[in-house]
């Protein structure tokens, strides 16, 4: 995740180091080798997308969690240091524009969608990343600084969401970046979350629901065992059933790079079978 969205960077090159990914000088071979690696991805996906009308979504990693990954040149991460963080979003922003435009030439009946992965964000707001040296933590981030960085990012011309798998999604700082979308591992939420929950809801914001395991090893479960959380979900919030099926998608619950090509295809297809359920009518789903 780190190295591929590190390929995007406009003018901010990096490398690989013993203690993982460093700003450097000069684009050397593992700048080169990321940027290859995602042109040969651009070409397969130009060869079996041929013809293909529809959504298209992509992802990157968002920037704070890059910042809390890649260090420095010489020095901690760059989320130690405000001004390369600035620099470092508005590289990404740079990069990702030009992504999308790659995507649009290579299918251009696609209608892309744009998904940041910020794993790393209750960590940046909490002040629990730890720095370089692993001995000590950097500084909490003002979440209204942390809207900003994340509102830069995002391509004015698709639709957008941010995807957070992590335990204290901040649902606030994220709809303040303006959002169209929030992506989350529903297993991971608590009670506390329902209300934020509630607000996106009534803001029109669309919700990505993770609720098949993202690796094979377990058995899928039935469709409606899958469907089950999301349905009673909106029910204690108490919203339109008939509401559901046009504001909720049901996903993986966090990607599915580690899962083999059957078991993706698999999940994908019971996401798509639960999601059926949701458009059903409710007073059908009660028996």
Do not use: N
């Not at 830069?152 to 999604?169: I, K, M, N, R």
Request: glycine share 12%; with cysteine; aromatic share 4%.
């Amino acid at each position: 995740m780190i190295g591929r969205t590190a390929s995007l960077l406009v003018e901010l090159p990096v490398e690989v180091q013993p203690s993982g990914w460093r700003m450097a000088d000069h684009p050397g071979r593992d700048a080169r080798r990321a940027k290859e690696h995602l042109a040969r991805d651009l070409d397969g996906l130009e060869e079996v997308a041929q013809g293909y009308e529809g959504p298209l979504k992509i992802q990157v990693c968002g920037p704070w969690t890059l910042a809390g990954a890649i260090e420095l040149r010489y020095g901690d991460k760059v989320l130690a240091d405000g001004g390369a963080v600035r620099d470092l979003a508005d590289s990404l922003a740079e990069g990702l524009a030009g992504h999308v435009a790659a995507v649009r030439s290579r299918v251009p009946g696609a209608q892309v969608v744009v998904q940041i992965d910020e794993p790393g964000l209750p960590g940046v707001l909490a002040g629990t990343v730890p720095t370089a040296s692993g001995f000590g933590r950097l500084a909490a981030v003002e979440p209204p600084l942390v809207s900003e960085r994340l509102h830069a990012v995002l391509p004015a011309d698709v639709f957008t969401l941010v995807h957070c798998c992590a335990p204290g999604v901040p649902f606030d700082v994220l709809r303040g970046a303006g959002a169209g979308g929030l992506s989350l591992d529903l297993s991971l939420l608590r009670r506390r979350d329902e209300d934020h929950i509630g607000e996106a809801v009534e803001a029109g914001t669309a919700l990505f629901f993770g609720v098949v395991p993202g690796r094979g090893g377990t058995r899928l479960p039935d469709k409606g065992v899958v469907a089950k959380p999301v349905i009673e979900l909106w029910r204690r919030l108490g919203f339109d059933p008939g509401a559901l099926a046009a504001q909720a998608v049901l996903t993986p619950s966090c990607g599915l790079a580690g899962a083999s090509p059957a078991y993706a295809r698999a999940a994908l297809a019971r996401c798509r079978e639960a999601a059926r359920v949701l458009r059903e009518d409710p007073e059908d789903r009660e028996d």
